[in-house]
């Protein structure tokens, strides 16, 4: 019997067509990647950071030293978090803290994509009523 048609060679064809997409996709996840890894640092340091004023014996004396552990914790100057920023607001029965990191997006990625993306987070703890005493 003979062959009518031939399809020798599809297969090379198809892979040529396909394999651009599945970098850009591969890309895409690399992208999506960073930024939630910078997101969920975010949130997590925003959180011990409330946190870390609660418990503190003075608030307003401590605000210093837990802006240093969060440029170490972010890892302040890297991709994931190129700038942070830190806002704490103490009141008298709770403690607030934001944080906004700009993330850089051209490091990591193949695509074409903007430079960079600022992630936020919020926190709020309640001050520890029986923590020491100053």
């Keep these: 019997m003979r062959r009518i048609a031939c399809d020798r060679g599809s297969a090379s064809v198809e892979l040529a067509i396909l394999a651009p997409l599945v970098g850009l996709l591969l890309g895409a996840v690399v992208l999506v990647g960073r930024v ?36 170490d914790t972010l890892d302040a100057g890297s991709p994931t978090c190129r700038s942070m920023s830190f806002s704490p607001t103490i009141g008298t029965e709770s403690v607030g803290v934001t944080i906004s990191c700009t993330v850089d997006l051209q490091e990591a990625a193949v695509l074409p994509v903007p430079g960079s993306m600022t992630v936020t987070a919020s926190a709020t703890e309640i001050i520890d009523t029986y923590r020491e005493g100053p």
């Excluded at 959180?47 to 401590?62: E, G, H, M, N, V």
């Design 36 to 71: 939630q890894l910078a997101r969920a640092d975010v949130e997590g340091a925003a959180r011990s950071a409330a946190r870390d004023l609660s418990i503190s014996r003075d608030p307003y004396l401590a605000v210093d030293s837990v802006r240093a552990s969060l440029a």
